[in-house]
């Protein structure tokens, strides 16, 4: 296995500083799923870490070439599991650009319905499980976390009654998606929603004044706009640091452009500033899903008939990169197309991946504390990371 | 230390903010808990769920569903469903139908393809076992659960018909079930 | 009891017989009441966190929970390290639980009602709940484990930067009723208004000041840095199973409720309450409920807020709580010897 850097185990100098290291591991509480980071400590500083991912790979870029474009979908939610409806519109908006197959209207507008309730959803998953990190599980972070997880299993139930299940849907499928509204479902979601806009009142009143929770979060794990652009941090992260950009924005999919996103941006690039900058995405998300429900169309929810066969979908020669903005970042897919029912290869971009990257940079320097509280900011689901 | 007034403006503040945190938990206190007794009270599961699978009979006839075609079997993605086709006079069926339960996606393809809406899924997940053998469903055994437990709403047809394109509008109006019409497609409460 | 032929008790046993058998019936009364702590500390909590906390065990809610999970400590097996230091190993609990407990030896519950009212109750309270840091880096070094190292030094580390404060705020009370005598403490606080806690601005702030040097010295969220669930797992407890792990957590709750009933004792009155110079057990049942009052207070307060670094701990402590408790108990002092010269 190649090293990437070499490392020294005990180094006792002459100045008396002994340097431990220590293993993150794989298991570990505040992982965020399988991460493995080999600390090397001064004291309770932070002077190198070694990241090492790869516990949690699947193979999902080959098993995409093993199963056609009906059947992978399904599959694709389980990159990104914490936010599933992200992870299938980046597949199968790939495989209809390449081979351009329209998606009707209703569709769209449903697809980002879903995009929306997805993404508050995870960012309520991200708001308790960083709270916990920092809180621990006996103490005021299982309380933000119970909290948060009470949120989010009411949109949990809006998308059971949706598809009719609760993590991993497969919603989407090639032209369209698989599921129209149920009865009454319009009129129990905006009440969910309007529900969680009042509690993210009580949210930010226990955690935005509050001395503790800014002496975590300010000046923690500051990544400056120069870094972001360098390493290529996408989503919130990228955000916090002062580079305005949004794939929603920038390049609209999925009928995006019928609505004025708009990209919440902080400068300071701490933990806190992206901490803002989740808040203020759950509030436009909000927006966006009462302005879905109030300019739904109606029609055909797929361009497509129902899927009857495995071999249904067929993509002509070619290829093409296909991005959407997840609940993390960019998330891509870059699918070759042979003419068949399988792709040739498919190569997904996660966002984690990618914003992982900026940990060695920022960590060092840091207290052992720190290094949980930043890697919740960041807030990496490694279904992503490891794919 | 800082000079007195911002000092005390700082002390101010973070009692203050002590204040609401605490208020909230405190607040928190007096609602009611959002635990369900499970297993003693069971949550109201919405009409599409996806439950275990199941086989079913024919409505009219009486006869199994299941014609053997072996598309569920195709369309499967971790390739747990294994049929065997057996050929007789007037229509065919499965001789043999096995379903490993524990590798299931839940992903409802199964149900999507069906043409005779032989395979459904339940409304109920309640089959943990110590052993992993009872998990690989047998045709008696899923007929068995086809009779026990409640179907969920989706069947293949009611599937496809969900997810087609529009056709032309006919002069006799179909009635219920169709998309293509309204914001809320109702779903009839099967 | 002057009958023919009999006497009293108390008069013909000799005293450390009586103070053992009255320290053997503590012991008990304080390990039941920490079981018992633990279950109302979980149904408080869960109840904060929308949720109902134990229920099944002991239906309805979750009485035998404890019992439980005494039963189940003691049926677990017992794992040591192999590269652990055995002696170190195997002596921390004991050398961590022994100080949390003897902490109740000088505790008043009612008048007379004790094992041992010294006339330094205070001073020996202080002092030996101290120790209990001896036992904690024990435990942190003979695991041979760099999180139960880790977490050893930030204890060391917090409970001595807060042992401090934690002394001073607890002077105030001692300063006010001049004297270490924990009886004479409470005697001194009369009526309801003669609690110190409602004493103009001082006792309030030494209350505050109590409270927050409490949490600290419980390893208490927002001071839990010690063990940190989310960074170092269990801290210095990470290696133990089974029984020994039953004493460590014994041990801390023991020390927990200990504090609380200082803090009843010094600040809350004591025993003091209606109908307690009557009947002496209501007064210990009025001091069981304050304690417990100051308990979930602590336990409130553990549940709303998330922990801080120790780097900003030790500045709170050095920087902020121990020149206002200094300052405060120069204050007291000043105030007492005023009023006691104006007396004269």
């Known amino acids: 296995m190649p090293e990437t850097q070499e490392r020294q185990v005990v180094e006792i100098g002459y100045g008396g500083s002994e340097r431990l290291v220590m293993n993150m591991g794989p298991q570990h509480p505040s992982a965020h799923g399988v991460f493995r980071a080999i600390l090397t400590l001064e004291g309770e500083t932070v002077v190198a870490v070694d990241a090492v991912i790869g516990y949690l790979h699947r193979c999902h870029e080959k098993l995409a070439e093993t199963l056609t474009y009906v059947q992978y979908p399904s599959i694709a939610s389980k990159t990104d599991y914490v936010s599933a409806m992200t992870a299938e519109l980046a597949y199968v908006a790939s495989v209809e650009k390449v081979g351009k197959i329209d ?24 708001l308790g499980t960083w709270c916990m990190d920092m809180g621990g599980a006996l103490g005021g972070g299982a309380t933000v976390f119970l909290y948060a997880i009470r949120e989010r299993e009411l949109i949990l139930d809006l998308f059971e009654a949706l598809t009719g299940a609760r993590l991993l849907y497969g919603f989407h499928q090639v032209g369209g998606v ?12 905006r009440q969910t929603v309007a529900h969680i806009e009042g509690r993210l009142a009580e949210y930010e009143a226990m955690l935005e004044d509050n001395a503790f929770f800014l002496a975590r ?31 929603r924005r920038a390049e609209p999919y999925s009928s995006y452009q019928d609505f004025d996103v708009a990209v919440p941006v902080q400068t300071a690039g701490d933990c806190f500033a992206r901490y803002r900058v989740r808040m203020a995405e759950f509030r436009e998300s909000i927006r966006l899903v009462r302005l879905v429900l109030d300019g739904l169309p109606e029609g055909a929810i797929s361009s497509r008939p ?4 495995v071999g249904q979908v067929r993509i002509a020669k070619g290829e093409g990169y296909t991005r959407i903005e997840g609940a993390r970042g960019e998330v891509g897919c870059y699918l070759v197309a042979d003419g068949g029912a399988k792709p040739y290869r498919l190569k997904w971009r996660g966002a984690s991946f990618s914003n992982l990257a900026v940990l ?15 890697m919740g900011s960041v807030d990496p689901v490694f279904g992503e990371v490891d794919r | 230390m800082p000079s007195s007034p911002s000092f005390l403006a700082e002390t101010g503040q973070l009692v203050r903010a002590v204040g609401r945190a605490m208020g909230v938990t405190f607040r928190n206190f007096f609602r009611r808990p959002v635990t369900v007794q499970y297993p003693t009270v069971k949550r109201v599961y919405p009409d599409r769920f996806r439950g275990i699978l199941a086989l079913v009979y024919d409505k009219d006839t009486g006869e199994e569903a299941c014609i053997g075609c072996r598309l569920c079997e195709l369309i499967c993605p971790p390739q747990v469903i294994k049929v065997e086709m057996l050929k007789a006079e007037k229509r065919n069926f499965a001789k043999t139908f096995t379903l490993e339960l524990y590798s299931c996606e839940f992903c409802e393809l199964c149900v999507q393809v069906c043409p005779t ?49 529009p056709k032309p509008a006919k002069p006799e109006a179909r009635g219920q079930g169709k998309s293509g019409g309204n914001a809320d497609a109702g779903e009839p409460a099967e | ?22 320290g053997f019936i503590v012991l008990n009364v304080v390990i039941g009441l920490v079981t018992y702590v633990t279950l109302l500390e979980r149904k408080f909590a869960a109840r904060m966190q929308s949720r109902i906390g134990p229920y099944y065990v002991g239906w309805p809610h979750g009485w035998l929970q404890p019992i439980a999970d005494a039963l189940k400590l003691m049926m677990k097996e017992d794992i040591v390290p192999t590269a652990a230091d055995r002696w170190v190993y195997n002596l921390a609990p004991i050398a961590f639980l022994v100080p949390c407990v003897l902490i109740f030896a000088t505790i008043p519950f009612a008048p007379g009602l004790g094992v041992a009212d010294l006339n330094i109750g205070v001073l020996f309270f ?59 403490i409470v005697e001194a606080q009369t009526g309801l208004l003669g609690w110190y806690v409602f004493y103009p601005v001082l006792g309030q702030l030494a209350f505050v000041a109590f409270l927050v040097a409490t949490l600290a010295a419980e390893n208490r969220v927002p001071f839990d840095i010690l063990e940190a669930e989310s960074e170092l797992v269990a801290g210095f407890r990470v290696e133990y199973s089974g029984m020994k792990f039953a004493l460590i957590q014994l041990g801390e709750y023991a020390h927990m409720i200990g504090t609380s009933f200082l803090g009843a004792l010094l600040f809350l009155g004591g025993w003091l309450g209606p109908g307690s110079e009557q009947w002496p057990l209501l007064g210990a049942v009025w001091f069981l409920l304050k304690a417990m009052l100051v308990f979930l207070v602590v336990t409130w307060v553990r549940w709303s807020f998330v922990r801080i670094r120790v780097d900003q701990i030790l500045a709170i402590s050095w920087k902020l709580l121990l020149p206002a408790t200094l300052l405060l108990l120069m204050t007291t002092a000043l105030v007492v010897a005023l009023q006691g010269a104006r007396a004269v």
């Not at chain 1, 698989?178 to 979601?189: E, H, K, S």
Request: proline share 6%; net charge positive.
């Open chain 1, 103 to 126: 998606v009707p209207r209703r569709a769209q507008y449903l697809r980002v319905l879903a995009a929306e309730l997805q993404r508050i959803a995870s960012h309520c998953l991200w």
């Open chain 1, 178 to 189: 698989r599921y129209d509204l149920p009865a009454g479902w319009t009129a129990r979601c």
């Open chain 1, 217 to 247: 979060t300010q000046g923690v794990g500051v990544i400056s706009r120069e870094l972001a652009l360098d390493v290529g941090v996408c989503g919130p992260i990228a955000r916090g640091s002062g580079v305005n950009y949004d794939v």
């Open chain 1, 306 to 309: 129902g899927v009857k066969s």
């Open chain 1, 360 to 374: 060695p940079h920022i960590i060092p320097g840091h207290k052992v504390a720190d290094v949980v509280a930043i």
């Open chain 2, 117 to 165: 809406d032989a395979i459904i899924m339940l409304k109920t997940f309640d089959l943990a076992t110590a052993d992993r053998r009872e998990l690989l469903l047998d045709k008696d055994r899923l007929h068995a659960l086809g009779l026990q437990h409640e179907p969920s709403w989706a069947t293949g047809n009611r599937l496809r018909d969900m997810q087609a394109p």
């Open chain 3, 1 to 22: 009891m002057a009958r023919a032929g009999l006497a009293d008790p108390a008069t013909i046993m000799p005293p450390f017989l009586q103070h053992a058998i009255t």
């Open chain 3, 126 to 184: 202080l002092a030996v709940s101290s120790l209990e840091i001896v036992g904690l880096f024990m435990g942190g070094w003979g695991s041979n484990n760099k999180y139960a190292l880790l977490s050893a030094m930030r204890a060391v580390n917090q409970i001595i930067s807060y042992d401090l404060p934690f002394v001073f705020a607890a002077l105030v009370p001692v300063v006010l009723a001049g004297s270490l005598q924990m009886s004479a």
